[in-house]
């Protein structure tokens, strides 16, 4: 287990490198002046020299480079050259307040995917599992901001039953942060109309974040439960008397589990990945929109910071998936 | 609170704010007085007046601190500020302020010349944001406090219009800045997320990407403008991206004013009950700049053929009929601006007969056109071009961009676009800040994307710069309009109006052309109640 678990951490160090080595190298090939940019439209050439100095852009790319990976070794991401903030201190901010959404559509997408697709395998051909295909397809194919733009002007235009966008109304403080979800900790701070304003503000960003990832564990739960539903030992089990309910959530989902277990943690990473487009459509103060702000300033520590948190979340995803296999299936040994 | 009756409670709550959702959100506060909420689409990242400033943060800038001039009204104005006067030396070199007594920064220090000194000193010295304004004209040792409410600069040359730009250099607190300065940064770490002003609002929260809200300074040195009474609780900025979502928190009543707009939304809320839309004539050139070094452009008879092919009447289609003609390089609420005589208008013989004398007589050749992907009346504005210069055997390609990117291969002459679109924004009155956009020394920056180097022009711009003689100054800046229509490094377009759409209980607006797209006063704003 331990040499299993090094070994992965090697794999993942080794992955972080290359992700770091990639975004330095697109961002910084990409043919935009970054120092340019932030100094205004109005600037002179040698307010923008002063820019490219003070963040170091004047410097050879190798160097660049080596700077930033020794400041990464002590954990510093650089600063925005747009807005002069310390890209640790911004991911400290927008990180959880991304992984409130995260959680949340994941929450969701697991129960409602898993008990759909169990439903679907289980009366299959039924009602059920027609609309369940049909969702599954649907859930794909369809853009998330395409999904999004249309339920805000049902849910908020036409119905007026949800908020357009935002955390929290402007009105009202967040809680004062503990970890930086702003519904956990209402809840911790013993604020139960902040913590249900919230909520009610993350329904629709969560659902339209969790519909792919939602139609994805639906449709391999489905096909996992049809296939294990056939299987002989569930036909003995059946055989032997044993309730119905018991052998589909005890006996077929569990033997099933291990597919759908990859796909939640390969949808995790796409779900991080879709936060650039939800999170800019509902205004939601997160990673994804903090990162499509400072990619369209050309702003690169921003950039290669989201990314790296991305990166970083994504593989530890795939980590702890990994080790759960263990878990739903005690024939797989974790080395 | 027990963990069951506060799931219990939050569940409840929950189902209460779903069932009676968002609409309009009470910001009453201190009694009767309610909090103006404003929202635009961008956010306002840094909040330092020396490092930056576009609409969104100048806004807060312009609430939060005080500058010793301030610009108001249209035609727009320059009026006493923290300075109560101001005296200028015979040579035209020495600017004296004498300033009001009685002004105090947020935290109780007063404000005096000293501050006045730290402030210009450290603009100048940061090299960001305004620097740009005086940099050329001001060091920082011709900055002299002469007495605790008088300050003077002494600049390098004549600079009439030194006056034009003191309205956008804001006084910190020196104290404050200095107590929290790290690394010899001057105060930029601490500057940026906090503030150390005068202004009549002061900041509670603060969240870059989402809002913030200022609270107002009730014993604000200059006090209200509508009197104490008619004043604000405070001011909320609100960033939402998507304009669609804006107009409906307008519509819902969760805004009290918006802005970055289309032209169809501009027009459409204005047809609503309870919700005006000021229409006001901008001050901010549109322009669709030739790239005058490289490519076929380069020859001044193809960029005519193109100015006078244009289909100007177009452009006010655009804008649903909210926007003038240029009729100058400048525009007209700028000092010594005339309508250029000859200017280019649609005359397809003209423009043909232009054609015939570049190599390219029976055209054949396709031109790049560049705009900010998303800008709606820019990609409208190519289309224009593109069916303009049809007759003409010319083609046009028109592309739609990132803003990194236009920026890229617009300040790049060599394989640069034929032609890209500019708005110009002037932030002064002064005609020096249009017609400097013309000398060779401003090709490739963003104003300078035409790359246009005519030494006549250079010489007649630096020579106007620094003439005192106001009459001999507007007849030079008169033949420095017609020279750069002469040498069309731009097809001169058009001047979009200012509309912010707002609710009819808000009080207070007043329009000045010399603020950035977008940004209004918000001090002599309120609610009705």
Known sequence: MIRFLLRRLAFLLLSLAGLVAITFVISHVAPADPAALAAGPDATASMIATIRHQYGLDRPLPLQFLRYVGDLARLQLGHSIATGHAVTADLAVYLPATLELVLLAMGFAIVMGVTLGILAAVRREGLVDHFARIFAVGGIAVPAFWIALILQLLFSVYWRLLPIGGQLPVAIAPPRPITGMVILD???????????????????????????????????????????????????????????????????????????????????GFMLGTTVLVETVFDWPGLGLYAVTSATSADFAPVMGATLAIGVLFMLATLVVDLLYAVADPRIRVS | MRRRTMLTGTAAATAGAIAAPGGAEAFVTEGKRRTLVFSGGQPVPVLDPHVKYDYSTRLMQQSIYDALLKYIDNPPKIIPWLAKSWDVSKDGLTYTFHLVENAKFHNGDPLDAEAV???????????????????????????????????????????????????????????????????????????????????????????????????????????????????????????????????????????????DMSPDDYDSLAKVKGIRVPDEPGMAPFTVMFNCAWGPTADVNLRRAIAWAMDYNALIAIENGHARLMDS?????????????????????????????????????????????????????????????????????????????????????????????????????????????????????????????????DKMIAEARIELDQTKRAAMYAEIQKRIVSLQPAIFGMLENRRWAMKDDVEGFVFCPIRLTGEVDLYPMWIKA
Not at chain 2, 343 to 355: C, H, S, T, V, Y
Request: glycine share 8%; proline share 8%; hydrophobic share 45%.
């Open chain 1, 186 to 268: 209402a809840l911790l701070r013993e604020q139960p109309a902040v913590a249900s304003t919230a909520l009610v503000h993350a329904l629709l960003p969560a659902f339209v974040l969790s519909l792919p990832c939602l139609a994805s564990i639906l449709r391999i739960t489905r096909q996992e439960m049809i296939e294990v539903l056939q299987a002989h030992y569930v036909r003995t089990a059946r055989a032997q008397g044993i309730a119905p309910t018991r052998v589909v959530t005890r006996l077929a989902l569990r033997n099933a589990m291990v597919p759908i277990l990859s796909m939640i943690g390969l949808r995790f």
């Open chain 2, 117 to 259: 000194r730290f402030s210009y000193v450290r603009g100048l010295k940061l090299n960001k944001g305004i620097a740009w304004m005086l940099k050329a004209h001001l060091d920082p040792a011709g900055i002299k406090v002469v007495d605790p409410h008088t300050v003077a600069m002494t600049l390098k040359e004549p600079f009439p219009g030194f006056i034009s730009f003191v309205p956008w250099w804001f006084i910190v607190n020196p104290k404050q800045v200095m107590a929290e300065a790290k690394n010899n940064d001057d105060g930029q770490g601490f500057l940026i997320a906090h503030e150390a002003g005068s202004g009549p609002f002061k900041i509670n929260r603060w969240d870059p990407q989402a809002a913030m809200v200022l609270d107002a300074v009730p014993d604000y040195w200059r006090g209200w403008e509508d009197g104490d009474a008619n004043r604000p609780s405070g001011i909320i900025f609100q960033v939402i991206r998507e304009p669609a979502p804006r107009r409906e928190a307008l519509l819902h009543g969760s805004v009290d004013i918006i802005t």
């Open chain 2, 329 to 457: 390089p400048f525009p007209p609420a700028m000092q010594d601006h005339i309508a250029v005589p000859g200017i280019p208008r649609k005359d397809l013989a003209k423009a043909k007969a232009f054609l015939a004398k570049t190599q390219y007589a029976k055209g054949g050749l396709t031109l790049d056109y560049l705009y900010v992907a998303g800008l709606e009346v820019e990609r409208q504005v190519g289309l224009t071009i593109l069916a303009a210069l049809e007759p003409l055997g010319i083609k046009v390609n028109v592309q739609g961009v990132p803003w990194p990117t236009v920026m890229a291969r617009g300040t790049q002459p060599k394989g640069g676009p034929a032609m890209i679109a500019v708005y110009v924004t002037p932030v002064s009155t002064d005609p020096d800040v249009v017609a400097s956009q013309y000398a060779s020394s401003a090709a490739g920056s963003y104003w300078g994307m035409h790359h246009l180097h005519d030494p006549t022009l």
